[in-house]
């Protein structure tokens, strides 16, 4: 007998619901709704996608970071 978070993994790839796809960001990227996201001046970037540098920089630009 599994453990029933192991059943729910076997079946379906995810320990969670799987996640809902909920947009594209400004650079083309699939926005998932686990995803953490820039946003700035009407803008969204997915985070997970970005460069260290490219994440600097619109953190001093003032963006802010939404799930």
Do not use: C, F, W
């Amino acid at each position: 007998m599994d453990h029933p978070d192991v059943t729910k993994i076997e079946r379906t790839g995810y320990l969670h619901d799987e996640p809902k796809l909920i947009g594209v960001d400004d650079l083309g990227v699939e926005i998932y709704s686990h995803d953490e996201v820039y946003e700035i001046n009407d803008r969204k970037y997915v985070k997970s996608m970005l460069s260290s540098d490219a994440i600097e920089i619109l953190e001093q630009l003032g963006a802010e970071i939404k799930r």
